[in-house]
T-cell receptor, first 114, second 113 residues
């Protein structure tokens, strides 16, 4: 399969535990943030997003926390399941620009132990 | 619903050969389109983006080029591949003037030998 994540930091958790994946973003002016999940050999899949006017947003089993003071983003996954095993990327962007491109973090591999 | 397709899924090419990767989007009009490359164990690097037919912006100098001959078609090309062009190539789309979320295709794995 795809060799994404050969040198990535790895978080190993037990099935049923909560997972916390952290990301430090680079641009203090960024005002929109996204978490993606990438399984081996596949394209990134959108998980959840948050705008800079919020510090917390919840989805189904996932919560994103944003701390603009220290430029830190985290993804919390509740009751982690084997299907959550993947590489997780955070991405940031500045909405008021023409290119609207995303800047991605380097990624974290999540391994869920049964 | 919107879908994004990429082909081929996997490609092995000799150094110096040409390249053409195709990306198409269905179910939306006038999308913003993006090409990214992902090296093994790395994050995604933006290569090109397009806000409309014939409008291409390059993010990094390189051996590749992009074209958008139709509204929902985005092509990544090279005249002569280098070993360093190997990687996982991802196409993405985004609704203009809407939320910033980009949606990715399944990717093309390119191996240059």
């Amino acid at each position: 399969g795809e060799s994404v994540g050969l040198h990535l930091p790895t978080l190993s958790v037990q099935e049923g535990d909560n997972s916390i994946i952290n990301c430090a973003y680079s641009n203090s002016a960024s005002d929109y943030f996204i978490w993606y999940k990438q399984e081996s050999g596949k394209g990134p899949q959108f998980i959840i997003d948050i705008r800079s006017n919020m510090d917390k947003r919840q989805g189904q089993r996932v919560t994103v926390l944003l701390n603009k003071t220290v430029k830190h983003l985290s993804l919390q996954i509740a009751a982690t399941q084997p299907g959550d095993s993947a590489v997780y990327f955070c991405a940031e962007t500045l909405m008021d620009t023409g290119r609207r491109a995303l800047t991605f973090g380097s990624g974290t591999r999540l391994q869920v132990q049964p | 619903s919107q879908t994004i397709h990429q082909w081929p899924a996997t490609l092995v090419q000799p150094v110096g050969s040409p390249l053409s990767l195709e990306c198409t989007v269905e179910g939306t009009s006038n999308p913003n389109l993006y090409w990214y490359r992902q090296a093994a164990g790395r994050g995604l690097q933006l290569l090109f983006y397009s806000v409309g037919i014939g409008q291409i912006s390059s993010e990094v100098p390189q051996n590749l080029s992009a074209s958008r001959p139709q509204d929902r078609q985005f092509i990544l090309s090279s005249k002569k591949l280098l070993l360093s062009d190997s990687g996982f190539y991802l196409c993405a789309w985004r609704r203009p003037l809407k939320k910033e979320t980009q949606y990715f295709g399944p990717g093309t794995r390119l191996l240059v030998l």
